[in-house]
């Protein structure tokens, strides 16, 4: 497994950002919607159109009524300002645009006063599975129509809290497992099974027929201090899924003091991606075929 250095995409992206320098201390700039091309509209068509058709009966109910409430289609890459002001009435979210990934602080500070963050380009034609940075497909398609939940709209604004509170701990790194593990690639259990809420496997084709219908990935109960010991992959889909009953959940980790249980933790053996416990609410035990037959990043 890989070493739990800070990911080689955000490494990257913040190389290649700070080539550009930001013109405002948020990072934020225009979205400029006017300046997409009729390629790169087409390129959302293509990815949203093809997303639709598998996410009934994958993604969780939440976020189909999310996107069902939302000024996004098939047609055009959506209008940031438009998108805000559907959000603003629901939640008090806005979506800000930005080059693509930004410092963690600015990152975490936007969260904290309920702006999202959406990276503003899109992904090119001859790229359509592979990101480095998170786009705009990624960031609106994945990210937005859970937004419109009131949960998860308090979820993401204390994520953004705690995120602050934990770059000043030195302890980034396991918070940054619980975001992953749940914003990004959580599932939920729904009353006519697993479905998914985490924009990582929403936004792409591939994860969100893999975390669902493989047998290759475990699927795992959440428990936080399990989860804020865990590795992820950032190469690769994920060899394990924390599965949540529902979103009420979210809300209690929303109200959870972290810092003890960092100071609990410091001690504690980290685990791989893949590790399953005696302990673990094990739901589907993975034969781990995926990861055996490829290279360990
Ligand atoms: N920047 N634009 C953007 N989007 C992210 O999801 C993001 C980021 N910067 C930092 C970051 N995520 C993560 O490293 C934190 O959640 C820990
Ligand atoms: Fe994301």
Request: with cysteine.
């Amino acid at each position: 497994s890989r070493p739990d250095a800070p990911p080689a995409a955000v490494k990257h992206g913040l190389a290649a950002a700070e080539a550009c320098r930001p013109q405002r201390p948020d990072w934020t700039i225009d979205q400029g919607w006017e300046r997409y091309t009729a390629q790169e509209h087409a390129v959302w068509k293509t990815l949203f159109e093809r997303q639709m058709k598998l996410l009934p009966g994958r993604a969780c109910d939440e976020f189909v009524q999310g996107m069902r409430e939302l000024p996004i289609g098939a047609d055009e890459i959506p209008d940031f300002r438009r998108l805000s002001d559907a959000l603003m009435r629901r939640t008090g979210w806005q979506v800000v645009a930005v080059p693509g990934l930004v410092p963690d602080d600015v990152f975490f500070e936007h969260l904290a006063h309920r702006r999202f963050p959406a990276g503003h380009f899109i992904r090119k034609p001859h790229e359509l599975d592979y990101l480095e940075e998170p786009d705009v497909f990624h960031d609106v398609f994945g990210h937005v129509p859970m937004l419109m939940n009131p949960v998860i709209a308090d979820y993401i604004q204390a994520y953004g809290e705690g995120g602050l509170r934990a770059h000043r701990l030195g302890q980034l790194t396991r918070l940054a497992r619980v975001y992953w593990y749940t914003v990004e690639f959580g599932l939920l259990r729904q009353k006519d099974g697993l479905r998914i809420y985490g924009a990582g496997i929403a936004s792409s084709s591939t994860e969100s027929m893999f975390a669902l219908d493989s047998a290759s990935p475990n699927r795992i109960g959440f428990e936080l201090e399990r989860v804020m010991r865990t590795r992820y992959r950032i190469d690769d889909f994920q060899e394990s899924y924390f599965v949540i009953d529902d979103l009420e959940q979210l809300l209690e980790l929303a109200r959870i003091d972290f810092a003890p249980l960092y100071e609990k933790q410091s001690g504690a053996a980290e685990l791989c991606p893949g590790d399953v416990l005696d302990t673990d609410l094990v739901i589907t035990r993975g034969n781990g075929s995926w990861h055996a037959g490829r290279a360990q990043g």
